[in-house]
């Protein structure tokens, strides 16, 4: 089937959040991307996370945890400096670690405390990785000749190299899949709205963002956790996207997410995990969802391990992948929860 014949790849966001429910916690991340000296200087990485009880009967939420960073990243990916807030004294050994699965090695050996605090702070640590490779989306948006530039200044045959390089680094970009086809679809979409995150009935439901001029990126995610008493189960309602800034106004979303899953209250085992594809950019990539069913029996706080080994590669989807290894801190928001009476 050519990149003509093929059905077009999800683009409907389910932006706004939903008001928050009673009688739950919410964990809301994200890190923002700006360029303060111009698309060819350094990046400026703002990382918040937030988890803010809403008590049974609804309304004001109080948070109960929270974290941030600063980091100036160069284009390279290594990390110039990096502060936290609250202090935190070890964040001083990224300075000089790049971006990639290297960097999450060295947070899991360097912050284990971290990890098993479930601090949301880790969480954006944890979310460089993959906010300095996709950020570079939103330079593309904000001047998009600078991809027909890139793939003049590099020629024809270096171009097509570089799909080679990318084919099975996930299930989208599968052999003989468009996404690694040099007549394939373009990588830098823009049209797919990405809506706004926060609700205006539910002003609270998100944490505060920064704001600066010019083009930027953001990497966002919700996740929101109730007990179900009358089944018995731990419920989950979760997104994850990825959107760029437009000159125009308005944000464009190149990869998003929602995930529904069920967990017993016990060893919070998986029961079931229902992902859904929001927008993807190439038509094949929704085909990475059931594989997704790998995980049901799993135990919730291991999904970063069995992630990586269950749906590595062409298994998986890069950004799908992303959304359920943060799963792996229900078990601190769980914590947060009411006790059963």
Known sequence: MTASQLPPPPRSTANPAPIRPADSVRRTSSIDVCWPDGLD????FFGRARDLVTPATGGAGQVCAEGSFEARIGDDKTIRTILAEPGYPKIGQLVGERGGGHLRMVLAERMPELIAAYDPLYLTLDDISGTALVSAFARWQWEPE???????????????????????????LKEGHSGVSPEGPPYAVADADAGHLRNPADPEGW?????APGPGFRRARRIDVMRDRAAGVIRIDSAFQDSAKLKQGGRVAIHEYNLRVTADTGALEILSIEPEARILPFSECPGAIANAQRLVGKRIGDMRDEVLSMLRGP??????????????DIPGLVAHLPQEA
Do not use: S
């Open 41 to 44: 200087g350094e990046r400026l």
């Open 146 to 172: 600078l991809m027909a530039r890139h793939r003049e200044q590099v020629g024809e045959v270096a171009y097509r190299k570089q799909l080679e390089q990318r084919v099975n680094i996930c299930w989208g």
């Open 207 to 211: 944490h505060a963002f920064p704001q």
């Open 315 to 328: 298994a998986g989807c890069t950004h799908l992948n992303d959304a359920l290894r943060a799963l792996a």
